[in-house]
C-alpha cells in the first residue's frame, strides 16, 4: 500500500508551520509515528521477500505472480470493505487486520527459519496478507482524517502520505542492511515485531465520530450508491482511472526491481534494496517539497508532471545498464509517485464528504491494487519472454499514450474541481 493540501496563507514559511503543529493533537502523532515504523519494517520486509523469492526461483514471472496472489484478494475485497467502512469503526477493523498481518509475518519468521520456506508459503502467506489488505485499506486510509478536527482533515491526508513515504524512504535502506548483516530472517522478525506498535497505537488512540452511512441498507445496496456516486462525478471517475494507470504502468516497476536488478544491472537480487531505497528518497524530498508548498500546487499540474516524469523514468531504466542510472530513474519514479498520490488522493479526501469517504477510498484504492498486480505479472512475464528492456520501452510508450490522451482531451483540468462542483454531481469538472 497504494495519497492534497490545504493551507490558506500565501506565505511561504506558513506551510510548513501548520504542518507541525497538527502533531499537537496527540492521537495523531501516535498514529503517524506508529505506522512510519510499521510501514518501514513492511518495505524491510518486501526487499527481503522479494530476493528470497527471485533466489528460489529465478524467474521475474513468480515475482509478478505473487504479488498478483497478495493483491488480488484485496482488489475484490476492497469495494465491499470500502462499505464496511461507512458503517462500522474503522478502527475495529484495522485491530483486526494488523493482528492478521502480524502473524502471517511471525508465520514466515518461523518458516525460514526452520528451513521449510518455499515459493508456494510466500504466495500463501501473501494471499492471507492481502485479504487483511483488502479490508484494511479503505478503513485506513478514511480513519486517518478522524485524528484531528475538521478543518485539518487535509493536513492529516497530506501527512498521511508522507508517512508512506518516508517508510518508502529508510524501509527499503534499512532492509538492505539489515538483510546483509543479519540476513532475510531478521527482516522479517524486525516487520512482524513492528505491527504490536499500530495495534498498542489503534487500542489507545480515541478518533473524533463520523457521519456513518445506514446500516439499514443492504451491502450491495450501499456498493451501488458509492459507485454511481462516483461514475457520475467525471473528476473522481477520472481519478480513478489514472489510479489504475499509474500503478499498472508506474507503481508495478517496484515489485520487479529484484529481476531488474540481475537482468538490467547484473546485481544480485538484492540490489532491489539501492533501486526501492532511491524511489523512497525520490518521494521523500518529493513530499517535503509539496508540504511546503501547500495549495499552491494544482492537482492537475501535479498529475499531468508525475505521468510525464513515470514515462522519462521508465525509458531510462530501460536504456541503461548502469545501477547508478538505474538508481536515479526509480529516483525520478519516487517524485513521480508522491505527486500523483497527492493530487488524486486530495481531490478524493477533500471533496467528497464523510458518510460517502469510505466507498469513495474504496474504488481509488481499487484502481491501484488492480493495477500493480496486473502491470507486475505482465512486465515479470513478458520480461522473461522478450527481454525486460523491450518490455519498458513498450510500458514507457504506453504511459505516453495516456499523457496525450489526457491532453488532447482536456480533461486533465478536471482534477482542480472544488467540492461544490463535485457536489453538482452529473459529471460536473
Request: aromatic share 8%; no cysteine; charged share 10%.
Given at each position: 500500500m497504494s495519497?492534497?493540501?490545504?493551507?490558506?496563507?500565501?506565505?511561504?514559511?506558513?506551510?510548513?508551520?501548520?504542518?507541525?503543529?497538527?502533531?499537537?493533537?496527540?492521537?495523531?502523532?501516535?498514529?503517524?509515528?506508529?505506522?512510519?515504523?510499521?510501514?518501514?519494517?513492511?518495505?524491510?520486509?518486501?526487499?527481503?521477500?522479494?530476493?528470497?523469492?527471485?533466489?528460489?526461483?529465478?524467474?521475474?514471472?513468480w515475482l509478478g505472480l505473487s504479488t498478483v496472489v497478495s493483491l488480488v484478494p484485496a482488489v475484490l475485497l476492497t469495494p465491499y470493505a470500502g462499505v464496511l467502512a461507512d458503517r462500522v469503526s474503522r478502527q475495529a477493523i484495522l485491530r483486526i487486520t494488523q493482528t492478521v498481518q502480524m502473524c502471517m509475518a511471525f508465520s514466515m519468521f518461523a518458516l525460514y527459519t526452520s528451513g521449510?520456506?518455499?515459493?508456494?508459503?510466500?504466495?500463501?502467506?501473501?494471499?492471507?496478507?492481502?485479504?487483511?489488505?483488502?479490508?484494511?485499506t479503505s478503513a485506513w486510509q478514511s480513519f486517518v482524517p478522524l485524528l484531528v478536527p475538521t478543518d485539518e482533515m487535509l493536513q492529516a491526508v497530506r501527512l498521511n502520505s508522507v508517512q508512506f513515504t518516508l517508510a518508502?524512504?529508510?524501509?527499503?535502506?534499512?532492509?538492505?542492511?539489515?538483510?546483509?548483516?543479519?540476513?532475510?530472517?531478521?527482516?522479517?522478525?524486525?516487520?512482524?515485531?513492528?505491527?504490536?506498535?499500530?495495534?498498542?497505537?489503534?487500542?489507545?488512540?480515541?478518533p473524533r465520530m463520523s457521519a456513518m452511512a445506514s446500516r439499514q441498507q443492504g451491502v450491495m445496496a450501499g456498493l451501488l450508491q458509492g459507485a454511481r456516486y462516483m461514475w457520475n462525478r467525471r473528476p473522481l471517475r477520472l481519478a480513478v482511472l489514472l489510479a489504475l494507470a499509474g500503478s499498472t504502468f508506474g507503481q508495478s516497476l517496484q515489485y520487479i526491481?529484484?529481476?531488474?536488478?540481475?537482468?538490467?544491472?547484473?546485481?544480485?537480487?538484492?540490489?532491489?534494496?539501492?533501486?526501492?531505497?532511491?524511489?523512497?528518497?525520490?518521494?521523500?524530498?518529493?513530499?517535503?517539497?509539496?508540504?511546503?508548498?501547500?495549495?499552491?500546487?494544482?492537482?492537475?499540474?501535479?498529475?499531468?508532471?508525475?505521468?510525464?516524469?513515470?514515462?522519462?523514468?521508465?525509458?531510462?531504466?530501460?536504456?541503461?545498464?548502469?545501477?547508478?542510472?538505474g538508481q536515479f530513474a526509480y529516483f525520478v519514479s519516487g517524485v513521480a509517485h508522491l505527486q500523483m498520490a497527492v493530487a488524486l488522493n486530495t481531490l478524493i479526501q477533500g471533496t467528497v464528504?464523510?458518510?460517502?469517504?469510505?466507498?469513495?477510498?474504496?474504488?481509488?484504492?481499487?484502481?491501484?491494487?488492480?493495477?500493480?498486480?496486473?502491470?507486475?505479472?505482465?512486465?515479470?512475464?513478458?520480461?522473461?519472454?522478450?527481454?525486460?528492456?523491450?518490455?519498458?520501452?513498450?510500458d514507457a510508450s504506453a504511459f505516453a499514450l495516456v499523457l496525450v490522451a489526457l491532453l488532447v482531451s482536456g480533461w486533465w483540468r478536471d482534477l482542480d474541481a472544488t467540492p461544490e462542483q463535485i457536489s453538482v454531481g452529473a459529471n460536473a469538472a
Open positions: 495519497n492534497r493540501v490545504s493551507a490558506d496563507s500565501t506565505d511561504v514559511a506558513e506551510p510548513k508551520e501548520s504542518s507541525l503543529r497538527i502533531f499537537r493533537h496527540r492521537d495523531f502523532a501516535l498514529f503517524f509515528s506508529a505506522a512510519s515504523i510499521s510501514n518501514g519494517g513492511s518495505w524491510m520486509q518486501l526487499v527481503a521477500v522479494q530476493a528470497l523469492m527471485y533466489n528460489l526461483t529465478h524467474r521475474g514471472t521449510s520456506i518455499t515459493p508456494l508459503w510466500i504466495i500463501t502467506i501473501g494471499f492471507v496478507n492481502g485479504v487483511a489488505a483488502g479490508f484494511q518508502r524512504a529508510i524501509g527499503p535502506a534499512l532492509g538492505g542492511i539489515v538483510v546483509r548483516f543479519g540476513g532475510i530472517g531478521a527482516a522479517i522478525l524486525v516487520n512482524a515485531v513492528t505491527y504490536v506498535l499500530v495495534i498498542a497505537t489503534l487500542l489507545i488512540v480515541r526491481a529484484s529481476a531488474l536488478a540481475e537482468n538490467l544491472f547484473h546485481r544480485p537480487s538484492e540490489g532491489n534494496a539501492g533501486l526501492l531505497t532511491a524511489l523512497g528518497i525520490g518521494a521523500l524530498l518529493s513530499s517535503a517539497y509539496t508540504v511546503r508548498m501547500g495549495d499552491r500546487l494544482r492537482r492537475s499540474t501535479q498529475a499531468m508532471a508525475s505521468i510525464a516524469l513515470f514515462v522519462v523514468s521508465i525509458a531510462l531504466i530501460a536504456s541503461t545498464s548502469s545501477y547508478l542510472l464528504p464523510d458518510e460517502y469517504r469510505g466507498r469513495a477510498m474504496s474504488f481509488y484504492l481499487l484502481g491501484i491494487l488492480a493495477g500493480i498486480p496486473l502491470g507486475s505479472q505482465v512486465l515479470g512475464t513478458l520480461g522473461d519472454i522478450i527481454g525486460f528492456r523491450l518490455t519498458l520501452a513498450l
